[in-house]
């Protein structure tokens, strides 16, 4: 029976790409990319000649329906994002509910996710933690952080280094400026950095030196 494929791309170093990973997205009828241009960079590394078309946010709630037809009429199609899991934070979800919804098989594959080494360089507790991707811009975003200020779960968030800044700020209003956090920066790249100490401590590092790239925060959880 043919089925989607949820295949995890590197965050970085393109030595993290699994031989299973490869092998899937050679034999697969089709791939579906976020942005073909970024994805066709990593066919070619690969040699890789499968099709892909886009699949991404501004066109995911058109496309599921037609993409289930093409499994249920018997082509096995790969999701992938410009790097990372699909789903997570990236586009995904949808698709993969209409295929659940409508029987078919859904096989994720394990791989790069940018959250997993960022919280365990962290050095705070991982035995329980908290995803929350990346706070409301806007609505929503004060209601949140004072939800979140009495989470006892270590807190992971994905940020935009332009309001990296702002929101250790934010933390340090909201959790109390000596709350333990680390930022990590560009997962397994050649300039990878983390860096420890309290939200005030970080937000205080970054205003002056305001960093690039990638962007994961993970903060202490509340403690009485």
Not at 218 to 224: D, Q
Request: hydrophobic share 40%.
């Amino acid at each position: 029976m043919s089925k989607l494929f949820v295949v995890p791309t590197p965050i970085g170093n393109l030595e993290d790409m699994s031989f299973r990973a490869i092998r899937i997205l050679k034999e697969v009828d089709l791939i579906l990319a976020e942005d073909t241009r970024t994805t066709a960079f990593l066919l070619k590394h690969f040699e890789i000649s499968t099709h892909a078309v886009a699949h991404h946010k501004f066109n995911e709630h058109k496309t599921a329906d037609s993409i289930v037809s093409k499994i249920q009429g018997g082509q096995n199609i790969a999701l992938v994002s410009d790097a990372g899991t699909p789903a997570i934070s990236d586009p995904g979800f949808l698709l993969v509910r209409a295929c659940a919804e409508n029987g078919i098989e859904i096989e994720c594959l394990p791989g790069a996710t940018a959250f997993v080494p960022a919280l365990v360089n962290s050095g705070l507790p991982n035995d329980k933690f908290c995803f929350e991707g990346f706070l409301p811009v806007k609505k929503g975003r004060q209601t949140r952080l004072k939800e979140l200020a009495t989470e006892t779960r270590t807190m992971v968030f994905y940020e935009s280094p332009f309001r990296l800044a702002k929101t250790l700020s934010q933390f340090a209003e909201y959790f109390g400026s000596t709350r333990k956090a680390s930022v990590s920066r560009e997962i397994s790249k050649k300039f990878e950095q983390t860096y420890r100490g309290t939200v005030q401590e970080l937000a205080f590092l970054f205003t002056e030196k305001p960093p690039k790239g990638e962007i994961v925060v993970i903060v202490a959880g509340y403690e009485n």
